[in-house]
């Protein structure tokens, strides 16, 4: 591939991950203006993320193996899930909870909320929470399900896939504490920062440049400083409360979720 082309998809990728943290430093100003178009400027972005990851594996496939990591395989997987748009899976939660027509019947409702936590330094203030059973419907061939993808390549790596990325463990949490499966959340966001670094890593080992200001700024956190432990998720517990609809999305999931200890117990009973 031409060596201009790759670079210019790492740009793209690393401009978009910039027009991300953007939305993201808006969202609070704006939603309490306009909560819909601050939670679908946050989810577009996301999406553009996707698709820029997607791009970058079209023009470096030959080089690289995709599907050798959970990592990078789910992200490519779900790009074509939400590519072709033949199904409602994949709702952020933000958007599940603050953009259906009457969200105050949610009152009560209580969602366990699953991410892999970095290697080093704290947790992300930017997540993205979808369904983990969406995951299944989509790309787990023994759930039959009518959204299913039934390419081989996602029928052949999908336990791959649940197996790399601990989702037993996350179901194990649920089933101890019996949360609905509909209830059950995963973050994408250290899944996609894990991705993306390796992805940049085995570029930069191939002699692939940085180029563009974004890309710049980009190359040594994701290429020197990132990590992700994929195979010990932790837990945080978000309900659906009167002060939770009083603050609104405004208060946003990091701030209204309950962290779990190491033992799988909440540290405290939240509001």
């Known amino acids: 591939m031409n060596k201009d082309t790759v670079e210019g998809a790492m740009s793209r990728l690393a401009n978009t991950m910039r027009i991300y943290v953007e939305a993201f430093l808006r969202y609070k100003g704006l939603v309490a203006i306009d909560r819909e178009e601050a939670i679908n400027n946050i989810d577009r972005a996301w999406e553009s993320k996707l698709e820029a990851f997607h791009t970058l594996y079209d023009v470096t496939q030959e080089e690289l193996d995709y599907f050798d990591r959970p990592d990078s395989a789910l992200l490519i997987f779900l790009r074509n899930a939400l590519h072709h748009r033949n199904h409602s899976l994949f709702q952020s939660l933000n958007s599940t909870l603050w953009l259906c027509d ?6 009560g409702a209580a969602y366990l909320l699953a991410n892999h936590p970095p290697k080093g330094g704290g947790p992300s203030r930017m997540h993205h929470f979808i369904k983990l059973e969406d995951i299944y419907s989509r790309l787990d061939p023994r759930r039959s399900a ?4 039934r390419s081989k390549k996602v029928q052949s790596k999908f336990r791959f ?8 463990k996350v179901w194990a949490q649920a089933g101890a504490e019996r949360y609905p499966n509909h209830q059950v959340y995963l973050d994408l966001m250290p899944i996609f920062i894990s991705a993306v670094s390796n992805t940049l890593i085995r570029l930069k080992a191939l002699d692939y440049s940085f180029k563009g200001y974004d890309a710049g700024t980009y190359e040594s956190c994701f290429t020197e400083e990132l990590g992700t432990d994929l195979s010990n998720p932790k837990f945080r517990g978000l309900r659906m409360n009167g002060l939770q609809y009083l603050m609104g999305p405004s208060h946003t999931i990091n701030e209204a979720a309950v962290p779990y200890n190491d033992k799988g117990e909440m540290t405290y009973a939240g509001f």
């Not at 009457?102 to 009152?107: I, S």
């Not at 896939?161 to 037993?168: D, K, Q, R, W």
């Open 161 to 168: 896939i649940e197996e790399g990325l601990s989702f037993e």
């Open 102 to 107: 009457e969200p105050e019947r949610l009152a």
């Open 146 to 149: 009518s959204e299913l993808d």
